[in-house]
Each structure stands twice: as C-alpha cells, then as structure tokens.
C-alpha cells in the first residue's frame, strides 16, 4: 500500500511541476510582435525606431527621470533604483535572456515604470521603440 501512495505522489508532484511551468515561452520579439498589433491601430503608425527608442530611453520626463535614471544608460549593465537603491538587472534581453519573456510581466513593468517616468501610461508606440533599441544593445 506505501508503495502504491509513494507512486501516486510521485506522479502527482510531476504533474504539478509540469502545471507550475508556462505553456510556452515568449521571445523578445514576440513580445515586440504583440506590442506591434497594439500599435497597429494607432493612426498614423508606420513601424517603430530604434533611435527613437534610444532618445526615450535617455530623455529626462516630467519627473526629472529618465529610464536610463534606473536601468543606466547601458542598458546591458545592472542599475540600482533611483529612490530604494535596489539593485536591478540589466534590461537588454542580450544580457538577461528573462527579459521580455512573459506579457504579463512586461505589461506589469511597463505600466509601474511609466508612471514613474512620465506619470502615465506609455503608448504601444513608446513602448515598441524602447524594446526595439533594447534589442540593438550586446552585451
């Protein structure tokens, strides 16, 4: 009986490890993609910038920050939070492979971060420019 218990515990943790993982993983340009069909139905839009993304990206918005306030302006390279001074991972996807992975947590960070930089929310516009200069940056 043990025997039979051990078993289907067993099999019932592998499952549940299974269940834990996402069904599939996002790429940065995946993400980039979805971002894409966002901005799509914006008048006007006409694809996004690199060199956009990287004025943005440095530019100093309505609270005297910038993302490169946080993130450094080598987004390759670790920051530290502009008020806490925790320590953040680098942002460009070439140098931390979980960036841009999950829409979920992109959504979450972009929506926290731009109103901290610009007190509002980015555009899809805005936010595919900077994805699309973080993903000119190597490591």
């Given at each position: 009986?043990?025997?039979?218990?051990?078993?289907?515990?067993?099999?019932?943790?592998?499952?549940?490890?299974?269940?834990?993982?996402?069904?599939?993983?996002?790429?940065?340009?995946?993400?980039?993609?979805?971002?894409?069909?966002?901005?799509?139905?914006?008048?006007?839009?006409?694809?996004?910038?690199?060199?956009?993304?990287?004025?943005?990206?440095?530019?100093?918005?309505?609270?005297?920050?910038?993302?490169?306030s946080c993130h450094t302006d080598n987004p390759a390279a670790p920051g530290k939070h502009a008020k806490t001074s925790k320590v953040i991972q680098p942002l460009a996807p070439a140098a931390?492979?979980?960036?841009?992975?999950?829409?979920?947590?992109?959504?979450?960070?972009?929506?926290?971060?731009?109103?901290?930089?610009?007190?509002?929310?980015?555009?899809?516009?805005?936010?595919?420019?900077?994805?699309?200069?973080?993903?000119?940056?190597?490591?």
């Amino acid at each position: 009986m043990n025997r039979i218990f051990y078993k289907l515990a067993l099999a019932l943790a592998a499952v549940a490890g299974f269940a834990a993982q996402p069904a599939f993983a996002l790429t940065p340009n995946d993400v980039l993609a979805t971002i894409k069909t966002e901005a799509a139905g914006t008048p006007g839009f006409k694809g996004f910038s690199a060199a956009s993304g990287e004025s943005f990206f440095k530019a100093k918005h309505g609270n005297d920050w910038s993302c490169a306030s946080c993130h450094t302006d080598n987004p390759a390279a670790p920051g530290k939070h502009a008020k806490t001074s925790k320590v953040i991972q680098p942002l460009a996807p070439a140098a931390n492979a979980e960036r841009f992975t999950d829409m979920a947590k992109v959504e979450k960070w972009f929506k926290r971060n731009c109103n901290d930089v610009l007190s509002r929310a980015c555009t899809a516009q805005e936010k595919g420019d900077v994805l699309t200069y973080l993903l000119t940056i190597r490591k």
